[in-house]
């Protein structure tokens, strides 16, 4: 993993890490950026924030956003 990126690789605070795959295969890359000081947005916060996004685009209201991310952990907890 540590040979797909540049030990001097962007350091900009604009740059971070996008993860969408919740497996075990992400670890060493959630690590690796993690080590580096790069921001990491989980799949879980992508997911919540699109659909509050949606939720904002359809109803034309703010979305609820903390009530949003309580609903989705509790059913992935359920799901285990």
């Known amino acids: 993993m540590d ?7 962007p350091r900009a605070p604009s740059f971070c890490s996008f993860i969408s795959l919740g497996t075990w295969a992400t670890r060493p890359l959630l690590k690796l950026a993690k080590s580096r000081n790069i921001p990491v947005i989980s799949g879980l916060e992508m997911f919540v924030q699109q659909g509050a996004r949606q939720f904002e685009l359809w109803t034309d209201k703010p979305a609820p956003e903390a009530e949003m991310q309580r609903v989705v952990e509790l059913e ?3 799901r285990g």
């Not at 040979?3 to 690789?9: C, F, Y």
């Open 3 to 9: 040979s797909q990126v540049r030990k001097s690789g």
């Open 76 to 78: 992935l907890r359920r």
